[in-house]
């Protein structure tokens, strides 16, 4: 509480602040949207046309198996392309939708949302503003979050479907 008092005492007025804000915004907003659109359509051509994420995805099939998440093996690749775009993982089972269980398509949904960090947006924005953060520690992140949400999603998933 005392810190943020003799913060306030010392920030700079609240119009002086909103103007630093908008200015750091329009030297960063070019970088991002370039990056954006490059990472956002790059991560979906390594998705669609090669078997990387296929590669991936295996890693994650033991631990769906596990929590008893149905079509475990096919949902298993679209796990990881969250890294690259939000979704990506929902694109790549809609041409398989009528054949997968509706908790399958629940829990690829859920964990899309759940990890929160990609490339073509949580990934460049942080690193355009400069943050003190490795490029490999946002992956790690991903991929805590991704496995941390498995169980949490499967056991959502038992209990509505």
């Not at 700079?12 to 329009?26: A, R, V």
């Not at 924005?125 to 790690?140: D, F, G, Q």
Request: charged share 15%; net charge neutral; aromatic share 12%.
């Amino acid at each position: 509480m005392d810190r943020a008092i003799k913060k306030s005492y010392t920030a700079n007025n609240i119009f002086s602040e909103i103007k630093s804000s908008l200015i750091d915004g329009y030297i960063v907003f070019p970088k991002v949207l370039t990056l954006l659109a490059s990472m956002g359509i790059l991560g979906l051509i390594v998705a669609k046309y090669t078997p990387f994420f296929n590669w991936l995805g295996a890693l994650f099939v033991p631990l769906l198996k596990l929590f008893q998440v149905p079509n475990a093996v096919e949902i298993a690749p679209s796990l990881p392309v969250g890294v690259a775009e939000m979704f990506l993982p929902v694109l790549l089972i809609t041409d398989k939708v009528e054949l997968l269980d509706i908790g399958a398509r629940y829990v690829v949904t859920t964990i899309s949302i759940v990890q929160i960090i990609f490339f073509s947006e949580t990934i460049v924005v942080m690193m355009a503003a400069k943050l003190p953060v490795k490029l490999s520690e946002l992956i790690i992140c991903f991929f805590e979050r991704t496995i941390i949400a498995i169980p949490i999603t499967a056991l959502f998933m038992h209990i509505l479907f």
